[in-house]
Every structure is written in structure tokens, then in C-alpha cells.
């Protein structure tokens, strides 16, 4: 008996049907069956079905004399079922890679629970990406089971059936079924759920909600969507039969409306001269299934009301929105002259000679090297004000206590930034801040880099999407000073970043830590034991792909590859922090502890000094994690793809830092091996460290402080002048003030 029957419904969706058959044979997880239900579609399904039958017998297709409907098809397949678990998979949606192993083990887990509810992102025409707004309710489940009545919110989740798996013997002793018509996943959905006895959830997106231009049933102009109706006749109908449930009455009453009044709302659902049926008879449905001293109050309000009454509400609530709309503006507007009023009024008074303004990865905090260069002026020069801007408050109150602050765009703002002599920063400022004369900024960078910047990417459409490249060089021309770490860094500033700017050897001010041993709680702080080997997977972001993420490495196998006495710690790079790469599977395997996931670390020298290996692609964590002088592998398995999109200063597999795998057979290797650490490995890490960290000394903060913000003179190499561009003064001679 197979773990899972997936039902896959079929009519007219030729298209689409091979991803999707695809995407369920080629799973990592074997143990299923694939029962198709062709329901007499005209036009080639049926044939496609039989194909994929004839080579491959986990696949069984059951062709309907006469079109069903999606529901009648779905219980058409249920009697051919023998799995413990279904699986309702719409045939123009895809299952994610790993998913039926991901759902399969928290299965196991949670000891086979009648419900599991997993996490899915909607794909786009266009090619969009978006994971569930409410994602999470599941991670807020943890890990033990629970009811309804134990976890309302899990009600709250789309009701639709193809987003959870069930025990077909919970399914068959409850005579659960599908009704014919529009919306059929609502009576399927609330019995499930509020009869099961145990559900679990799965904070993992495992499958791929396809959002198609045109086809999709649901936004088919139609009657048919009254079926709503009946299908809300039958729920209540499902809890009038059963007294224990009596309590959700007052939540589903309040369901039906909204859902109700949302159909109605969409423009692209009802005919316009059905419109106002469909309202009477959803008010009708309201009065004669609300409970007795039910609330009836926000949008469900109008139910007690007219069509008319409804209709004016809804043109009075557009017209509201259009003038809240315009007074925003209005408002805006109005603000921004004020702002920048304000800004003039401090423009004319002098430079404070010791205020010092910081920032970091836009706004974010004391983070990189600006935060290295304010902790070391504090020391070295505490009569230098620093103040740091940041994007809001709830990023202000992450701060340290004592960190002065403004928000950018603020009235604070306004005054600090127009009087600093000081600027550090690690991007490009705002470009409405204006550089005085005689202020001083002072640009950081983000390390060294790899991949293609600035002005480089304009033969790179893709990487460039959305990214103004003469403004960029605009806000860059206000630099003064382009700390660099290496001379590879100089040579690629000068070109991707024509402007007038004068680069100083001074190092990293981030790797100072890193350079002078520094140490941290990271394995403390995520329970790793303290002879555990780590290992630090580190990728970064991909151009060819629209959300960024690609799993180039499948995580569980490669922790479990690693064996006893390691521990498998993963940094996305931070652009992916918020999107759906989290829900691929990292959120899940970091519960289950079967990898560490340091994303959300705000500091990345304690994640690479908690590191004994890293293995990475085309990051430029590589050139950090050098300045340790600990193993480096490189896997390079989309190589060209990425070259092609992004583009290379270099090619890093030519040069690399330590060996280069190209397929995760070979990754699994060099770690089996122990080659990961050997003698060539360190050869190619010391030819790496002497070209990419010739200038990380550990005193590149007390450099950046004393030669450009105090004017002192240090020991130190040179300042390289970028030939063609205005020269700064001297950074290694005192400055007279």
C-alpha cells in the first residue's frame, strides 16, 4: 500500500498537464500512486495521460464517459485509492521539488494525523512569485497536533482541498465527499476540518498554486457562481446533523457573508444584471442561518440592507478612497515642501565638524562596516558625534541602548543630515539628500566583489530590472572616499562606478573581527555542540530566476550526508530573507533541527567565526570568510547560467578558494573524503588570501577613523588615485580644520 494517492482531475488543460505530471514523478519520495481522472476532456489530455501510464505504473488514468465537474471527477478517483493519505492535486498546478519527502516526514512525526495542512506560494503568468500571506498561522502551529477549536486561525487559510493531505480512513469512515458545482472545496473543507480529531501543519511551501491569465474557472464570468450558495446549504446543513459543532455556527454564518460579498465584489465573477440577485439572495441566506444574538456588524452589515443600500455604500466607499487618495498626495506634497524648507533653513548654518552620520543596507541598522567604523570612533574619538538613520521605528528599537537616531525622512533627519561633515555608508544615500561643500562621504561598499555592479550591468537586463544605473552614478558622484580591500576591488570600482571618488587602502572594517579573533555565541545561542564541525552554506541570489531563489542543494541529504558531529548552518543571502526561498523547506528543517538557519543573524562575522568550512557559489562571503583561513568550497553547478545573467569579474572556479564541485554527487564527496581540507585546499586558499585580503590588517576601522574622519597620519600603504578623476585631499596627511 503506496503512502500517498494523489487525485489529479483533468479537463482542458493540455498546457499545463505535463509540468504537472512532472513535477509529482520526479519527486525525491517514491512511495506513491498517480491516480488521473480524465474528465472527457476534448482536447488532448486524455492521450498525454495515457502516455505518462504506459511508462511509468505508479500512473493509473481513469477516463469518464461524460464531464463531471472537478469535484464528481475527484470522487471518481477516491474508490481506486489505496494509499494511507490523499492528495488533491488541480492538474495545472506543480509540486515543489522535495515536497511529498518533506510532507511524508511530518507525517511520521506527528504520528499520522487525520489532516496535514502545508504552505503554498501563488506563481504568476508573468512569472511572479508569492508565497501565502499567512504563512504564519502554520509556523505559529508548531509541531504538536491540534484541533480547530484549539487553532481557529487554521480556518482562516484558503479553503481550498489541494493545500492539504488526508488519512483516507478518516476520509472514508466520515463518508466525506465532493458536491457537483462552483466552489466545491468549501463543503469538503469545513467538515474536514472541524471533524478531525488531530491536524498537523507544515511550515513548507509544497506546492505551486498556478495564477493563469485566462482559463481559470473561478474567474469565468458566470451563473455558475451561485453555486456558492448551495455549497454554504451544505455546511450548515453538515452542522445541523452534528450538535457538537454548534459553536462554529456564529464563525461560518459570518464566513458565508464575507465570501459572499467578495464574489460579488469582483468585477470578472457575476454578469452585471445578475448582480443584484445574487445579493438578495445571499441577504436572504444571512437572515435565515444567523444564530441567535449572532454579531452583525463591518462589511457583513449591508446584508441586513438593500441592493440599493449596498450599492451606494460601496460608490460612497469609492469615493472615499479617491479623496483619501488625493489628500495623501495633497499631504505628501505639502510635507516634502516643508521638508525641504526646513533642510534649507539648516543648509545655511556650518558644518558641525564633529557630527559623523551613518547607515547601513538601506536603513537597516548597525550592521558592516559603517557599524566596525562608529564602534571604533566611540573609542578612538569620543568627542565625534555619530548618529545613525534608520528606516523606522520598529528598526530604531532594535538598536543598542545609547545609539543616537533619526528616521530617515524626518524632521531629525533633515537637520543632522544638513549639518554633517561626516557621511558612512555601505550603499548610495537617498538621492534628495543634497552634498554640501565641505561635508565628506565616505563609501564602504558591501566587500569584495564577484559579481557584476553599477554601470557593468547595463548589457544585463536582467539583473539590472528595475535598477536606474545613471542615478545610481549620480548619488555615487557625491563620494569622497571608496574603501577598498584589495586591489581587485580598485580596479572594479573604477569601472563599474565612473565618479569622482578617491579609493583608500584601508581594508575591511567589517573583517576586523575576523582578522583579530574575535569570538561569539553563535553556537551557544542554536544549541550547537562545541565539537560539532560546522558548515556554512552560504549561496546567493540568482538573476535568471524572477524570485531569486534556486535549491541548487537539497539540505536534509546533504546534513544527513555530512554524519555525526557536524552541523549544517544556512545563510540566504539577505534579498531573500522575506520571500518565499524560506518556505522552500529551510523554516521546516531548521523546526526539526536538521540545519540551522542564520539568515535573520544581523551580524555575519559571528556566523563565519562560528564556521569551520564554508561552502558557497558566487557569493562574496567567500572573500570574508578568507581573511579566517578556513576551507572553502565552491559549488559552481549553474555556472554559465549565471555568468550569462549577472556576469563575473572574474572566474572564480579558474581562481578559486579551495576545490570546485559541479554536482552535488561531487560536493557529497569531497566531505565523505575529508578532501574538502586537504593539502590543495590549502594551497588555493593561500594564493586566494594573499590576492583578496592583501589589505585586511585588523586596524582598517582605526585607519578609516584616524586618516578620514580625524585627519591624523597612520602607517599604511598609499591611497591608489583612479586615473581621470578629481583628487581628494590626502588621507594619510593631517587635515587642518
Not at 504537472?20 to 506513491?32: A, I
Not at 492538474?91 to 522535495?98: A, F, H, Q, R, V
Not at 555601505?426 to 569584495?448: C, Y
Amino acid at each position: 500500500m503506496p503512502r500517498f494517492s494523489l487525485i489529479v482531475p483533468c479537463f482542458k488543460v493540455q498546457g499545463f498537464l505535463r509540468e504537472c505530471l512532472d513535477s509529482v514523478l520526479g519527486q525525491s519520495f517514491g512511495d506513491f500512486e498517480l491516480i488521473a481522472v480524465d474528465d472527457c476532456s476534448p482536447d488532448g489530455c486524455g492521450a498525454i495521460l495515457d502516455e505518462y501510464a504506459e511508462r511509468d505504473p505508479r500512473v493509473r488514468v481513469l477516463h469518464l464517459p461524460e464531464n463531471v465537474g472537478l469535484g464528481r471527477a475527484r470522487n471518481a478517483g477516491m474508490p481506486a485509492a489505496s494509499g494511507d493519505y490523499l492528495f488533491f492535486l488541480d492538474s495545472d498546478d506543480t509540486l515543489t521539488p522535495g515536497a511529498l519527502e518533506a510532507i511524508a516526514d511530518r507525517l511520521a512525526e506527528a504520528e499520522d494525523p487525520d489532516v496535514l495542512v502545508f504552505d503554498y506560494a501563488r506563481t504568476y503568468w508573468w512569472g511572479g512569485t508569492r508565497r501565502n500571506v499567512l504563512a504564519h498561522v502554520l509556523a505559529e502551529a508548531g509541531a504538536r497536533t491540534f484541533t480547530a477549536a484549539d487553532r481557529p486561525r487554521i480556518l482562516d487559510l484558503l479553503m481550498v482541498v489541494w493545500n492539504k493531505v488526508y488519512r483516507r480512513e478518516f476520509v472514508t469512515a466520515n463518508g466525506f465527499a465532493f458536491p457537483p458545482g462552483y466552489y466545491e472545496d468549501t463543503p469538503w473543507t469545513f467538515p474536514v476540518l472541524l471533524t478531525a480529531r488531530r491536524i498537523a501543519a507544515l511550515d513548507r511551501i509544497c506546492l505551486n498554486y498556478r495564477q493563469r491569465r485566462q482559463g481559470n474557472i473561478l474567474s469565468t464570468t458566470s451563473r455558475k457562481h451561485f453555486d456558492v450558495h448551495d455549497q454554504y446549504e451544505r455546511v450548515f446543513a453538515f452542522l445541523a446533523e452534528r450538535p457538537e459543532l454548534a459553536g462554529w455556527l456564529p464563525y461560518l454564518h459570518r464566513k458565508m457573508g464575507e465570501h459572499c460579498l467578495d464574489i460579488l465584489a469582483k468585477p470578472d465573477r457575476l454578469p452585471p444584471a445578475d448582480k443584484a440577485e445574487f445579493f438578495r439572495r445571499t441577504a436572504r441566506m444571512f437572515r435565515a442561518h444567523r444564530p441567535p444574538g449572532a454579531l452583525v456588524d463591518g462589511e457583513v452589515a449591508a446584508l441586513t440592507g438593500s441592493w440599493t443600500g449596498y450599492r451606494l455604500r460601496r460608490l460612497a466607499a469609492g469615493a472615499a478612497r479617491r479623496a483619501a487618495r488625493r489628500t495623501v498626495r495633497a499631504r505628501g506634497t505639502a510635507a516634502a515642501r516643508a521638508r525641504t524648507g526646513w533642510a534649507a533653513l539648516h543648509a545655511h548654518r556650518p558644518l558641525d565638524e564633529d557630527l559623523v552620520v551613518y547607515s547601513a543596507s538601506s536603513h537597516r541598522g548597525l550592521l558592516g562596516d559603517p557599524a566596525a567604523v562608529y564602534a571604533a570612533a566611540r573609542e578612538i574619538a569620543p568627542r565625534l558625534r555619530g548618529v545613525w538613520v534608520v528606516r523606522d521605528a520598529e528598526t530604531a528599537a532594535l538598536l543598542p541602548p545609547g545609539v543616537e537616531h533619526v528616521i530617515v525622512g524626518s524632521r531629525r533627519y533633515l537637520e543632522v543630515t544638513a549639518r554633517a561633515k561626516f557621511f558612512v555608508n555601505d550603499v548610495n544615500w537617498p538621492g534628495a539628500l543634497a552634498k554640501r561643500p565641505g561635508s565628506v562621504h565616505i563609501h564602504t561598499h558591501q566587500g569584495t566583489p564577484l559579481k557584476y555592479l553599477g554601470a557593468d550591468l547595463r548589457d544585463k537586463p536582467g539583473a539590472r530590472l528595475g535598477f536606474d544605473v545613471p542615478q545610481m552614478l549620480r548619488r555615487a558622484d557625491r563620494w569622497d572616499y571608496s574603501l577598498v580591500a584589495n586591489r581587485h576591488s580598485e580596479l572594479v570600482w573604477e569601472r563599474a562606478y565612473p565618479c569622482h571618488f578617491t579609493s583608500v587602502r584601508t581594508g575591511s572594517p567589517r573583517n576586523d573581527v575576523l582578522v583579530n579573533g574575535g569570538s561569539g555565541d553563535f553556537r551557544e545561542r542554536h544549541g550547537i555542540p562545541a565539537d560539532h564541525t560546522v558548515v556554512l552554506y552560504a549561496p546567493t541570489r540568482r538573476d535568471y530566476r524572477r524570485a531569486g531563489h534556486a535549491d541548487r542543494i537539497d539540505l536534509a541529504r546533504f546534513a544527513a550526508d555530512l554524519g555525526a558531529g557536524h552541523t549544517l548552518v544556512v545563510r540566504l543571502h539577505p534579498s531573500l530573507a522575506n520571500g518565499p526561498a524560506r518556505g522552500m523547506g529551510i523554516a521546516e528543517l531548521a523546526r526539526r533541527r536538521i540545519v540551522v538557519d542564520a539568515t535573520d543573524e544581523p551580524h555575519l562575522a559571528e556566523v563565519l567565526l562560528a564556521a569551520d568550512a564554508l561552502v558557497t557559489d558566487y557569493s562574496a562571503v567567500m572573500f570574508d570568510y578568507a581573511v579566517l583561513d578556513r576551507p572553502i568550497v565552491v559549488h559552481a553547478d549553474d555556472q554559465d547560467a549565471f555568468t550569462a545573467s549577472r556576469g563575473t569579474y572574474l572566474d572564480i572556479t579558474a581562481e578559486p578558494p579551495g576545490h570546485v564541485t559541479r554536482s552535488y554527487r561531487e560536493l557529497a564527496r569531497l566531505f565523505a573524503s575529508g578532501a574538502w581540507r586537504d593539502a590543495k585546499a590549502q594551497r588555493l586558499r593561500a594564493d586566494f588570501r594573499a590576492r583578496f585580503c592583501e589589505f585586511d590588517d585588523g586596524r582598517a576601522a582605526e585607519r578609516v577613523v584616524r586618516t578620514l574622519l580625524l585627519g591624523e597620519p597612520m602607517p599604511g600603504p598609499d591611497e591608489v588615485r583612479i586615473p581621470g578623476q578629481t583628487a581628494a585631499p590626502d588621507p594619510y596627511r593631517p587635515v587642518i580644520r
